[in-house]
């Protein structure tokens, strides 16, 4: 069925290149950014994958020289013939590296080369790169992997693939209690007990760090002011550095003895610098709320 007019083409990323260049890393990244993506599928029977049903999703097809019917003039032709009559937008990415650091690779994962199996792994890379030399010259994208590590191919791939939003990292900023335990998917952990504990002031006791007093009280302490603004400093200089090593999720979590005062408002204010920063945290207080956390808090030294 062709496509009418007023209809988006499908969008389709062809992933190719040579065994070893990192294809694999690139369809899970693309995964990970909301493609739906097939590895080895036979490109002949891409017809059979475009449709009106549902289009809706970008569609990332890995192939190479194992794919069964591989042959790059024929998948040149075939290509062209969809891309002209307007059913999809098709996008062609050919992943290089050099013999020697493919070579490397080959030897440390200890697999034979599919061209290869009695010769020497740079025969079948030789014969590779040979079989190949049509879809690189195709190719609109090239990323040459030879110097890249696993984090620098999924950088350039979300470089070049990603929407604008999901670029952004996705972070978070807790609060908790020790006495409940650690939250086990931290990323960086920030422990509070030094500030004077609100708990041990009655009319504070009922309160949270949500309360305007219980804040003023923690604000008071002169430990932390100079204490939290280091923290935010830290914070904010790493949550860029982790975007660039490839991280999605970053949690960011305080601690106190019950989780209600001294960790809720460094949380919150903590929150309200990365808003300030362009950053768009959720504020989750684990503990907040708990009543057996009183208990525990009385039965410890403030």
Known sequence: MVASQT??????????????????????????????????????????????????????????CRTRGFVPSDIIEQA??????GRIELTTVFLDCAGH??????????????????????????????LLAPLRRWAEVLIDTTNFSVNDLKLAVRERFAPSASQQLTVTVSSFGFSRGMPPSADLVFDMRFIDNPHWV????????????????????????GAFAKIADLVTELLPRYAAQGKTYVNIAFGCTGGRHRSVYSAQKLAGVLHAA?????????????????????????
């Open 278 to 302: 362009g950053f768009s945290p959720t504020v989750i207080h684990r503990n907040l709320g708990a009543r057996a956390t009183e208990l525990v808090e009385d039965a410890q030294h403030p």
């Open 202 to 225: 009655e009319q504070l006791r009922p309160m949270t760090g949500l309360d305007a007093p219980v804040g003023e009280h923690i604000e008071r302490d002169p430990t932390f002011p």
């Open 101 to 130: 650091e493919l070579e490397r690779r080959f030897n440390e994962t200890r697999r034979r080369h599919f061209l290869a199996a009695d010769l020497p792994v740079s025969s079948g890379i030789a014969a590779e790169r040979e």
């Open 7 to 64: 209809d988006d083409p499908q969008r389709i990323l062809l992933v190719t290149g040579m065994l070893g260049a990192g294809k694999s890393t690139v369809l899970r990244e693309l995964e990970d950014l909301g493609w739906e993506a097939i590895d080895n599928f036979p490109i002949r029977l891409l017809d059979r994958l475009i449709g009106p049903e549902d289009d809706s999703y970008p569609l990332a097809i890995g192939c190479d």
């Open 80 to 85: 062209k013939a969809l891309t002209n009559d």
